[in-house]
């Protein structure tokens, strides 16, 4: 009787961890999944791992996190980008970004209504304009041949948010 006492203590044992491994591992894969700061979709092409006012962010794009920085007087500090073109994680220092382009990879189906039920023109989205890193300036030059905006080395970029800090 001991024995199947043991076992199924045992068994319980085993089924608890793995959940708890289960539900660490969801967790932190929505975490790379879901932007940190604006809950919208990371798309392949255009997440970023940022650092504002020191702490770490999964988040959706370089715009995102310089809007957080700068609407939280906090410092911003890229630590990985992505390539728009090939989805390839990248050092930020050595990124090329075009900023103000027409193209917004952060999309949201976050239709906003007034008190009458009728839909209101969005007026903010702290994700728009896009912003996006490329991996050499050629490729930055002809996506804003084609899409618009301003060619930007990492400290141009984040020179408004981080005045009066080190570089970045």
Not at 19 to 28: D, I, K, R
Request: proline share 2%; charged share 20%.
């Amino acid at each position: 009787m001991a024995r199947k006492i043991s076992y199924a203590a045992l068994a319980l044992l085993l089924i608890i961890g793995g959940l708890l491994v289960f539900g660490e591992w969801s967790l932190h894969r929505r975490s790379e999944e879901v932007c940190g700061i604006c809950a919208r979709h990371i798309h392949r092409q255009a997440g970023v791992v940022a650092e504002i006012g020191g702490r770490r962010h999964h988040v959706c794009c370089a715009h995102c996190a310089i809007t957080e920085g700068f609407q939280e007087h906090k410092p911003v500090k890229l630590i990985e980008v992505t390539d728009y073109n090939s989805g390839r994680k990248l050092d930020p220092t050595r990124a090329w970004y075009v900023d103000g382009s027409r193209i917004v990879a952060c999309t949201h189906d976050m239709t906003h209504m007034n008190e009458m039920k009728q839909v209101e023109t969005t007026t903010f989205d702290r994700c728009s304009p896009g912003t996006f890193a490329f991996a050499s300036q050629a490729d930055a030059d002809s996506f804003a041949a084609k899409n618009g905006g301003v060619i930007e080395s990492l400290g141009e970029m984040l020179a408004g948010v981080n005045a009066g800090e080190g570089t970045q």
